[in-house]
């Protein structure tokens, strides 16, 4: 089995900072891209980030200059450092990866979530 477990979120104050991290763990051969999403209440799950296993990376225009994706290989761990949060912004952030569990065919995994919520 895979796991994907978020941790990080919290009560942040409107300008506030928040590091989330994510773990893979379980039985798999490598990881593809990694990715953050977030879900507003009410909304549609949103694509915040991702980064490739090369580094490269991509984010929706609401966030450019102020949040960015990271990776570690080694540890199978993404992190997302977000900063000048925005009440807005309040959401569950989901963890998303492409994980090679068998070799040759990659299926996509999900987190539990983090809640982040951004209010003064």
């Known amino acids: 089995q895979v796991q994907l477990v978020e941790s990080g979120g919290g009560l942040v104050q409107p300008g506030g900072s928040l590091r989330l991290s994510c773990a893979a763990s379980?039985?798999?051969?490598?990881?593809?891209?990694m990715m953050w999403y977030r879900q507003v209440p009410g909304n549609q799950r949103e694509r915040v980030a991702l980064?490739?296993?090369?580094?490269?990376?991509n984010y929706t225009d609401s966030v450019k200059g102020r949040f960015t994706i990271s990776r570690d290989n080694a540890k199978n761990t993404v992190y997302l450092q977000m900063y000048g949060l925005k009440p807005e912004e309040t959401a569950v952030y989901y963890c998303?990866?492409?994980?090679?569990?068998?070799?040759?065919?990659?299926?996509?995994?999900w987190g539990q979530g983090t809640q982040v919520t951004v209010t003064s």
């Open positions: 998303s990866a492409e994980i090679m569990v068998v070799p040759g065919t990659v299926t996509r995994h």
């Open positions: 379980g039985n798999f051969v490598g990881i593809a891209a």
């Open positions: 980064i490739t296993p090369s580094y490269a990376t």
